[in-house]
């Protein structure tokens, strides 16, 4: 089994195995040797030679098996919470862990399958991962545990050992073979959430109640966390972008449509999930350093001047200030920071170019001026959504970076890239007559 980072999970129980091989070897020999001296010198007979030496191998190697086996279970009840632990520690989300977890704990018991189900308030699971199971399981699988014998001793955090029919809903399950455990995660003696483990009868970790209770408090703790640091995480983000809506009435919406473009074309370029979900993070406040921007500058119904844009470029650097020493938000900052450089290189704030450009700032400047060129603005009427793709097209290799239009344009051709504006405004082209540049939408939107 491997880790979080790749690397393969060490085993445990490996020391107490290669200990137990030479164990018995030397046992084995202590009992084998004197048979010898027994035969030529005691004058023993082969049938008491013989039956003296089985029983003496049925007596030791239940003394050894018997001994190990109880040293395999205190190695694997002080070391799989240690492990499991560290692993967790490595999740970036919720769902992260959920999947993580029951991976693990499915591996080490041997479960065939596993169901990892929060608690409602009604003390209702509702399963939101599985390992081994088909999802439409999950649609099914919710289980009322104040309706079931075993809900009481859940609720009490003691794991509990049962037949699969005995779970509502899961007759799919029953059969002589099975073995459900269920295992209480919690978090501070409250019970968060329940895993299930489905093995066969002859897994003796899921007898193991200590190794399931144990486990079930480490994923409880740290879901809980996680569960925590994400409603804090959602509260500041949310406070700041109502701070940025208030400022900018103009563009509100902006910066919830490119956080969702922008994730799109992060998964087409193939990005893991956790980054994914930090360039919709960060493009969703892309724009607050326009917190620190003078009203008369931010609000005004028309192009800029030179010296209103050196005020208004501004705000990427005051965007980084901002979010820079928040730390669930430190990813984010060098995101914002960049946001408005070019592929050449005659951007701002730093003059960053090509590859110096951090991935996720190259991805949101495309998904930004498409959905500039796309808006409405008090000053000019929206592109319709041909015309921003082919003025994207155009500045491949100078304004944007090719790997990300490219992406983009992948993204566009599934039908998951349309414009949000209604008709008219999608049609204001051709009642304008005039299509401006992409220097001019983003110049007069205050966008860029």
Not at 103 to 108: D, I, K, Q
Not at 180 to 199: C, E, H, S, W
Not at 221 to 243: G, P
Request: aromatic share 8%; charged share 25%; hydrophobic share 45%.
């Amino acid at each position: 089994m491997r880790s979080q980072r790749g690397n393969r999970l060490p085993d445990p129980t490996r020391e107490v195995l290669v200990v137990k091989r030479w164990v018995q070897v030397g046992v084995y020999l202590a009992i084998t040797l004197p048979l010898f001296l027994y035969y030529y010198f005691l004058a023993f007979s082969v049938l008491q030679l013989s039956v003296g030496y089985g029983v003496g191998l049925v007596i030791a190697t239940a003394a050894i098996e018997g001994t190990f086996w109880y040293m395999i279970k205190l190695r694997k009840q002080s070391a799989y919470p240690n492990i499991l632990a560290v692993e967790l520690g490595a999740a970036h989300d919720l769902q992260e862990a959920c999947d993580l977890s029951i991976r693990l704990v499915a591996g080490w018991t041997d479960a065939r399958a596993a169901i990892l189900a929060w608690l409602d308030e009604e003390r209702h699971t509702i399963p939101v991962c599985s390992y081994g199971l088909s999802l439409e399981f999950l649609g099914v699988g919710a289980v009322a545990l104040d309706g079931t014998p075993f809900g009481a001793d859940i609720m009490d955090g003691r794991a509990v050992l049962l037949e699969a029919k005995d779970v509502p809903h899961w007759a799919s399950l029953s059969d002589q073979h099975r073995w459900v455990a269920a295992v209480p995660l919690t978090a501070l003696d409250r019970v968060i959430a329940v895993l299930f483990l489905i093995a066969d009868r002859s897994s003796s970790d899921l007898r193991d109640r200590k190794l399931l209770e144990s486990m079930g408090v480490v994923i409880g703790l740290t879901l809980e966390n996680l569960r925590l640091a994400s409603r804090e995480y959602q509260s500041i983000m949310q406070v700041l972008c109502n701070a940025l809506d208030l400022r900018d009435s103009a563009t509100q919406g902006h910066s919830q449509r490119v956080a969702r473009m922008a994730g799109l074309v992060a998964e087409e370029i193939g990005m893991a999930k956790p980054d994914v979900k930090r360039i919709e993070q960060a493009a969703a406040l892309h724009d607050i350093g326009k917190i620190g921007v003078a009203d008369a500058v931010l609000t005004k119904a028309g192009p800029l001047t030179d010296e209103e844009w050196v005020e208004m470029r501004r705000h990427p650097r005051l965007g980084y200030e901002l979010v820079a020493g928040i730390e669930a938000l430190q990813h984010a900052a060098e995101i914002i920071h960049s946001h408005h450089e070019r592929h050449d290189g005659n951007g701002y704030p730093r003059g960053f170019k090509g590859e110096d450009i951090p991935i996720g700032a190259r991805i949101f400047s495309v998904v930004d001026s498409y959905d500039a060129m796309t808006s409405h603005r008090p000053y000019r009427r929206a592109r319709s959504h041909q015309d921003a793709i082919d003025e994207i097209v155009r500045n491949s290799g100078t304004q944007f970076h090719p790997e990300a239009v490219h992406a983009f344009l992948k993204v566009e051709r599934a039908g998951l890239i349309d414009p949000h504006d209604s008709p008219d405004a999608r049609d204001a082209v051709a009642a304008d007559g005039h299509v401006p540049t992409i220097g001019e939408s983003w110049d007069a939107s205050g966008s860029s």
